[in-house]
């Protein structure tokens, strides 16, 4: 019999604010972005899983982040918060 692998969870709560502001990319020390269940480093275009609320920051665990999406990261960042993001109290 196989092993089961551990599927991702596609709807993976937000991490704390105050630890995605220190967390930085082993790489490149860059920023990184949540999306979903995964941090994203622009700069060395890799993504690091979060499994169950915990963010596994191994580089050789990283996997590569394809253009298309870095692209779409990118014209995200810079035009700025959507309304989705701030919603009115």
């Known amino acids: 019999m196989a ?3 551990k599927q ?5 709560p ?3 604010p105050e630890l995605l502001s220190i967390l930085v ?7 990184l972005i949540q999306k979903g269940n ?3 480093c622009l700069q060395s275009k890799k993504a690091y899983r979060i499994e169950d609320g ?6 050789e665990e990283a996997t590569d982040v ?5 692209l779409d990261l990118k014209q995200r960042e ?9 919603p009115a109290e």
């Open 38 to 40: 995964k941090l994203i």
């Open 54 to 59: 915990i963010p596994i920051m191994l580089v």
């Open 78 to 86: 810079t035009s700025g918060p959507s309304k989705d993001q701030y």
């Open 3 to 5: 092993a089961a692998t």
């Open 66 to 70: 394809p253009e298309s999406e870095l």
């Open 25 to 31: 990319c082993p790489l490149s020390h860059g920023p």
């Open 8 to 12: 991702p969870q596609p709807d993976t």
């Open 14 to 16: 937000a991490l704390d």
